[in-house]
């Protein structure tokens, strides 16, 4: 079998979500790598985030599966269930795209990678913080996730008018195109290059 390894640079972002999408094999696992600027909470006027806007990551997705109808795969587990409703998802700010990819409905011209999570594939998520454009040390990583917007995820309310009990309750994830740093499935691999830095001077 021969091995890709394609190199992108600057490349559009139509062009990039047409080469995944006639690589990419449906409904199989991927290794997604992501690189952006870490979402953090700015503080009060007497308690202020000292590194807000200095701290980018790279995140590792290991086992999300691409290529699936979230739809087809709620009507299934609605049936596993138990359940004889139909899943009705409610209106988003996304949209289809293709079989891999949902784009933003106000502009049509921001793609998401859709990521389905499967019990069978391990699914795995490890990320790695950076400070000024190094490495953060242990002090830095503790301070950081110290200011990471807390998560109240429930299950998805569709999905319970489904019928769909919390055993079977499927979990997507949608991943911006512009914060992919690469793609692999088998033997192919997408990349962009990125560089860690941050012109931003404050440092903990």
């Given amino acids: 079998m021969n091995t890709f390894n394609v190199q992108v640079v600057n ?19 991927v ?12 503080g009060t006027k007497n308690n202020r985030n000292e590194l807000l806007g200095c701290v980018m990551e790279r995140t590792t997705i290991g086992g999300w599966q691409v290529g699936t ?9 609605a049936e596993r269930s138990g359940s004889d409703s ?9 949209t289809y795209f293709n079989d ?17 999570k499967s019990k069978k594939t391990g699914c795995s998520k490890d990320t790695d913080y950076f400070v000024n454009g190094k490495p953060a040390t242990a002090e830095q990583e503790a301070y950081i996730k110290s200011w ?10 569709s999905q319970v008018e489904a019928g769909i009990d919390k055993e079977h309750e499927r979990d997507y994830i949608l991943i911006a195109l512009s914060n992919i740093e690469s793609v ?9 290059e990125k560089q860690v830095e941050h012109t931003a001077e404050v440092e903990r």
């Fill in 100 to 116: 891999f990819f949902q784009v933003d409905k106000k502009t049509a011209s921001k793609f998401y990678l859709q990521l389905q």
């Fill in 148 to 157: 990471l917007p807390k998560s109240n995820k429930e299950q998805s309310s």
């Fill in 31 to 42: 290794r997604v790598v992501t690189f952006k600027e870490t979402k953090m909470n700015k």
């Fill in 69 to 77: 109808s979230y739809e087809n795969s709620c009507n299934n587990a």
């Fill in 86 to 94: 139909q899943f009705n998802g409610k209106e988003n700010w996304h």
């Fill in 11 to 29: 490349a559009s972002e139509f062009a990039a979500v047409e080469l995944l999408s006639k690589s990419l094999k449906k409904g199989a696992a």
């Fill in 184 to 192: 692999e499935q088998g033997d192919f691999t997408y990349r962009i």
